[in-house]
């Protein structure tokens, strides 16, 4: 892939992220605030709904992973991609929980922090490279 490219799938990917995100964030918020559930729990609750948009978003327009080539790997990346949100709610929830404690900062502020790392160094990188991977194959029918 072109250095050109890569800069522009990662740019696709932070789109789609920070969709997925604001969703996620606005369900925390929701969750804490007028529902009152603990924020550690909020987080989950958002990281599951803006997973559904990320996913949706990464497999049809950031990694370019559609087509009747692509299509008999949906199942195999859905479960893949599960795993990634499954360790990524984790990673924030209790990254955020630890970075309250520690600085006591406003759980909404140690959120943004926590997501920024998580985003970039776990998210990203699992997504680009074992998610959304595609074969050489699948890569020449796309053209």
């Known amino acids: 892939m072109s250095r ?3 800069v522009y799938v990662f740019a696709k ?3 789609s992220a920070f969709s997925g995100g604001l969703l996620d964030y606005g369900v925390m918020i929701l969750c804490t605030e007028l529902l009152h559930i603990h924020y550690t729990i909020s987080i989950a609750i958002g990281g599951v709904t803006g997973a559904v948009v990320n996913f949706c978003i990464n497999r049809y327009w ?3 992973a559609k087509g009747p080539s692509a299509q008999h790997h949906v199942g ?3 479960i893949k991609f599960i795993f990634v949100v499954a360790g990524s ?3 924030k929830s209790s990254g955020t929980y630890l970075f ?4 006591r900062l406003d759980y909404k502020l140690s959120r943004i ?9 776990f998210n990203y990188t699992l997504q680009k490279y074992w998610v959304f991977r595609q074969s050489p194959a699948m890569k020449q029918s796309q053209g």
Do not use: E, H, R, Y
């Open 4 to 6: 050109m490219k890569s």
């Open 13 to 15: 990917a932070q789109i």
């Open 62 to 64: 950031t990694f370019n």
């Open 76 to 78: 195999k990346q859905l």
């Open 89 to 91: 709610i984790c990673l």
């Open 100 to 103: 309250t404690t520690w600085t």
């Open 113 to 121: 922090v926590v997501d920024l790392i998580v985003s970039f160094g």
